[in-house]
């Protein structure tokens, strides 16, 4: 006998986010600061109402996993920014490619070194070294290099809210003046967050970001047989 489907996951898990992402956004209209935009304020209310009600991944999954789906459709959209700076992109290409290697080296480097250095498991460890891609390229490496996709989603949520977060505050910091280099910072440290951020601040950052991750998601898809075999050598 099938089982009978029940909506009440579906629609408290759903609506709680959509109503959480619509209360984030009505606060970042009326106080314009980093911390209270939507991709930062609703994830980290989600989260900490998981943690207070003792709710795992895979409940919250089985209700508003649909939500997380449309990552995909929602990442092909930042392809419109970047057909409208192709200038840019063609003048520099070689740059954007250059540092798109190097991050994703540094971001898979440092990730595994984290992780030995904390003596997590080998679970947790290929997992974790996906986090700095976008969701929809990070889940099938996740499952191709041995490694869980839900805990995979987790790690890409805390390092897309961190990265976007911090990166404004970077850039006031570091002496990045070049659109290129203000881009790639946000399309490589905090992927779809991170471009968000970096769309607000300028259409031709924006469009560096969105390209950034897009081609780093895309690498590391490409790589990811390589990937998991340096992970069992390891």
Do not use: C, K
Not at 130 to 145: D, E, H, K, M, W
């Amino acid at each position: 006998m099938s089982s009978v489907f029940n909506p009440w996951p579906w629609l408290a898990w759903s609506g709680l986010t959509l109503g959480l992402y619509w209360l984030s956004l009505w606060l970042h209209q009326r106080r314009r600061v980093w911390w209270t935009g939507p991709a930062i304020t609703a994830p980290v209310l989600l989260i900490g109402l998981a943690l207070v009600f003792h709710i795992s991944y895979r409940q919250y999954f089985s209700g508003a996993g649909w939500l997380v789906t449309l990552f995909a459709p929602a990442t092909v959209a930042f392809a419109i920014p970047i057909y409208e700076q192709r200038r840019i992109i063609r003048r520099h290409w070689p740059l954007l490619v250059t540092g798109a290697v190097a991050g994703s080296i540094t971001a898979i480097v440092s990730s595994w070194a984290l992780a030995r250095g904390l003596g997590l498991d080998d679970e947790l460890r290929l997992s974790l070294l996906p986090r700095s891609i976008s969701t929809p390229f990070a889940l099938p490496v996740s499952g191709t290099i041995g490694g869980t996709p839900s805990l995979t989603a987790v790690f890409v949520l805390v390092t897309g809210i961190f990265g976007a977060a911090i990166g404004e505050s970077l850039l006031s910091w570091l002496p990045l003046r070049s659109v290129l280099a203000r881009g790639a910072l946000f399309g490589m440290g905090a992927h779809a967050f991170g471009t968000a951020r970096a769309q607000q601040i300028s259409e031709e950052i924006g469009a560096v970001s969105g390209l950034v991750m897009v081609f780093v998601g895309v690498l590391n898809v490409l790589a990811a047989p390589l990937l998991a075999w340096l992970a069992r050598a390891g």
